[in-house]
């Protein structure tokens, strides 16, 4: 497993951005896929994008509710991801987890490891 630390939440209006960071240790956090998931009050964790490197190549997912205004990339000699968020909307206010997987999926079943999260706020 890697220790995951989030930054960069924050309360913004509705229609501007704010960037997130996950810092991970670790060694081998090159072959991490790397995703940021999400969870608003009273409702279940949801997957928002996820970032692979496999074999020289950069793998990515969204979910179809972030597309087009969110972008993840990673920083493998930083290890570190990030997660810049525009044009953003109430309904993106959640508290934001960065998470790590061994595997290659999208599915939150495969992601052991993760941050404590950080809040995002979007006020209409």
């Known amino acids: 497993q890697v220790q995951l630390v989030e930054s960069g939440g924050g309360l913004v209006q509705a229609g501007g951005s704010l960037r997130l960071s996950c810092a991970a240790s670790g060694r081998t956090f090159s072959s991490y896929s790397m995703a940021w998931f999400r969870q608003a009050p009273g409702k279940e964790r949801e997957f928002v994008s996820r970032v692979s490197w496999r074999g020289g190549s950069t793998y990515y997912d969204y979910a179809d509710s972030v597309k087009g205004r969110f972008t993840i990339s990673r920083d493998n000699a930083k290890n570190t991801v990030y997660l810049q968020m525009n044009s953003l909307k109430s309904e993106d206010t959640a508290v934001y987890y960065c998470?790590?997987?061994?595997?290659?999926?999208?599915?939150?079943?495969?992601?052991?490891?993760w941050g404590r999260g950080t809040q995002v706020t979007v006020s209409s």
């Open positions: 998470a790590a997987s061994t595997g290659i999926s999208s599915n939150i079943a495969d992601f052991d490891s």
